[in-house]
């Protein structure tokens, strides 16, 4: 089947959201699906406020309808809820054809983080955008429940997974800064609640890896922090691999791809009992949870590191390719002759 999917986010972004799709269609196209993504980097783009790395598409409808139409998909997922997303949306609901959504991000909380919005209000447009979908996929229970408490409907699972064989435990010695190394990879950014981890009165040595508009900033505040920038491949797994405790202080995010891949590199996790770690570690004995990160660190220090490369383990990409194909909705014949 040939699957187009269309997404705000992709590269040259680097984040969760694009390594999840990149993923996927590594392991759809293993399975002997065509992929086809169609991302901002097709289109005259401009730099979103505050985030200039982050690119948005400026007038897609026309160009994104001849897109749809050459690539004559037998499914379409709209992955995200910007310009690309809407113009998609839009598109298959002017044409009668069936496509599926994707939960992501928070952005209702994203957004209340950086300008009064009330969330109601912010819940009640991304829920109108997710409306028509013939399935909402989310990563965990927790997201669900709280979209269904929202009114979201037609929500399907679709899980996560880990490159084991990338992510491994390795060398500590990569790093030889004062013990424990404590370290955070993502976004540099206000709605990661990274100074939660950057304020922590805690021996050692805190690391953060990775790029965001709050870098400059964060390396004048903070100047006892190792900020190491954005690091990819073999080396972003030397540093989850040499770190004693990995800290994920976000309280917004759905999933949270680098739990697992600082789990299957052997570190183990200290986080906030929010959605994301309680669906990812919450009972699995490979991470500590406490509304203390201090506390959450200091508890993690004692997990071994065997328990978290065999938890893991168990976490499987091509199982997450099977649930987005099961999860999509196939045009029929006459969806997939329709021209503008």
Not at 114 to 142: D, E, G, I
Not at 294 to 322: F, G, H, K, N, Q
Request: proline letters at 7%; a neutral charge; hydrophobic letters at 45%.
């Amino acid at each position: 089947m040939k699957i187009l999917i269309v997404s705000d986010a992709w590269y040259p972004q680097v984040n969760g959201v694009v390594r999840t799709l990149t993923t996927i269609r590594e392991e759809l196209e293993k399975l002997g699906h065509a992929v086809e993504i169609i991302g901002p980097d097709r289109f005259r783009t401009v730099p979103l406020p505050g985030y200039p790395e982050i690119r948005l598409a400026l007038g897609a409808g026309r160009k994104l309808a001849r897109m749809i139409e050459s690539s004559n998909p037998g499914a379409i997922h709209i992955a995200t809820e910007g310009p690309l997303g809407f113009a998609a949306r839009s598109y298959c609901l002017k044409h009668d054809i069936p496509f599926t959504t994707a939960y992501h991000t928070r952005f209702p909380e994203y957004i209340r983080d950086r300008v009064p919005v009330p969330l109601a209000l912010s819940y009640a447009a991304v829920r109108r955008f997710h409306a028509p979908a013939a399935a909402v996929m989310v990563a965990t229970q927790s997201i669900e429940d709280a979209l269904e408490a929202r009114g979201f409907r037609n929500i399907r699972r679709w899980s996560r997974g880990v490159d084991t064989d990338l992510f491994r435990p390795r060398d500590k010695d990569f790093l030889t800064d004062p013990r424990p190394i404590t370290l955070y990879v993502g976004r540099i950014a206000v709605e990661k609640n990274l100074e939660a981890f950057l304020k922590l009165d805690f021996p050692g040595t805190k690391y953060v890896v990775g790029d965001g508009p709050q870098l400059e900033e964060y390396r004048r505040r903070y100047p006892g922090v190792k900020f190491a920038g954005a690091r990819h491949g073999e080396e972003l797994a030397q540093y989850f691999a040499a770190a004693d405790v990995f800290v994920f202080p976000s309280r917004t995010d759905t999933f949270g791809l680098v739990l697992l891949e600082a789990l299957a590199s052997g570190v183990p996790v200290a986080a906030f009992p929010v959605p994301g770690p309680l669906d990812v570690v919450d009972g699995a004995a490979v991470g500590c949870l406490d509304e203390d990160l201090a506390r959450a660190v200091s508890c993690a220090l004692a997990i071994p590191a065997e328990r978290c490369r065999a938890y893991a383990l168990t976490w499987s990409w091509r199982a997450s390719a099977e649930q987005f194909l099961n999860n999509l909705k196939p045009l029929s014949c006459s969806d997939r002759l329709v021209q503008s």
